[in-house]
């Protein structure tokens, strides 16, 4: 199943949960079934998002972009965490205002099996998309899926204060475990928005890619060619180096491009979603970058 229908699943069982937490709210009145369903709200809407910016990053390099539009991913999970920001503001409002007038609520057990089949399907659905996006390392479905594990967890948190509720009669006790809720998805909506700076501010790739890279490098050292200055970047699902291949002076452009070719395909082969740029030097020239912090890739001693 592609990322997309992952997406489009998303936003069926978002419509869903929202229809069984609205129903599992105006059965009881609690104000904290009520903030769950508005997390489910913002499901909605990131879902809906998300799939328009996938959609969008998986469009071919044009005249005005011509690296692509992968980047368009990390717009999705910086919109869903605004929105999760927003959403938890509200259901503090709502939660303060049920503190100062506090009201008993009727019919728990059937709001409570309500929460409890919305939780079932949203655990479901997080986990297999959680497994997608780190397969197609994607920043859209990974921010839908951490929301959609954050609710629930929210859920079971709602689901507990109201059997200890109805345990103890305590009413307060309903919108405490509603700003609790509140507390615990402005925490997620903060990452993701971190993250999705991170993201549009070109970080490097991580280590274990990085390593990747390098172990290949390092397969070529019986050659009389050295690598440097090799320096790294993520964009969403595709990643990008860029390096230098110091090689004999004596050599003919066509075996210097052969090797490079070689370089290119083994890096690309062993990283999915790799593009390869390396400038050819002789062994005896050395490039000066205006960034001396550029990182350097273990060199190949060259022969003589």
Same mark, same amino acid.
């Given at each position: 199943?592609?990322? @997309?229908?992952?997406?489009k699943?998303? #936003? ?14 105006w059965?009881?009145?609690s ?6 369903? %508005?997390e ?16 969008l990053a998986?469009q ?6 011509p690296?692509? $539009?992968f980047?368009a991913e990390?717009?999705?999970s910086?919109f ?10 509200g /259901? #503090? !409002?709502?939660? #303060?205002?049920? /503190?100062l007038?506090p009201?008993p %609520?009727?019919a /728990?057990g059937w709001?409570?099996a309500?929460?409890?089949? @919305?939780t079932a ?5 997080? !986990?297999a998309? %959680? ?8 920043m ?6 951490? $929301?959609? %594990?954050?609710?629930? !967890? ?13 345990l =103890?009669?305590w009413w307060w006790?309903?919108? +405490? ?12 909506g903060?990452? +993701?928005?971190a993250?999705s700076?991170s993201g ?12 990747q890279i390098?172990?290949?490098?390092d397969?070529f050292?019986?050659?009389p060619?050295?690598?440097d200055h ?6 969403g699902?595709?990643?990008y180096?860029d390096?230098?291949m110091?090689m004999?002076?004596? !050599? ?10 070689s370089?290119?395909?083994?890096l690309?082969n ?5 593009r390869a ?6 062994l005896?020239v050395?490039?000066?970058l ?5 990182? +350097? @890739?273990?060199? =190949?001693?060259?022969?003589?």
């Open positions: 199943m592609q990322v @997309s229908a992952y997406l699943l998303s #936003i069926a069982v978002a419509i869903a949960t929202i229809a069984l937490k609205t129903g599992a709210w059965l009881t009145g104000v904290g079934l009520l903030s769950d369903a %508005m489910s709200l913002v499901n909605l809407a990131g879902a809906m998002f998300a799939l328009v910016m996938v959609t998986a071919p390099p044009d005249k005005e972009h690296y692509g $539009h980047k990390y717009f999705s910086g869903e965490g605004v929105l999760i920001f927003v959403a938890s503001l /259901i #503090i !409002w709502a939660a #303060i205002e049920r /503190i007038t009201q %609520m009727e /728990i709001g409570m309500l929460s409890a089949i @919305s399907l949203n655990g479901g659905l997080a !986990w998309m %959680m497994r997608k996006a780190k397969e197609h390392r994607s859209a479905l990974e921010a839908d899926a951490r $929301h959609l %594990m954050t609710d629930v !967890w929210t859920s079971v948190g709602v689901v507990a204060g109201l059997f200890a509720v109805q =103890s009669g006790l309903d919108p +405490l475990i509603a700003i609790g809720v509140a507390l615990n998805i402005l925490r997620e903060t990452s +993701l928005i993250r700076a549009l501010m070109d970080e490097a790739v991580e280590s274990e890619v990085r390593e390098d172990a290949v490098l397969t050292r019986d050659l060619i050295r690598f090799l320096v790294t970047r993520r964009a699902h595709r990643c180096v390096l230098h110091h004999p002076s004596v !050599w003919t452009l066509g075996q210097a491009a052969a090797v490079r070719s370089v290119e395909h083994a690309m062993a990283v999915p979603g790799l740029t390396i400038q050819l030097l002789p005896d050395e490039a000066h205006d960034d001396p912090l550029a990182p +350097l @890739s273990p060199a =190949s001693p060259a022969r003589p």
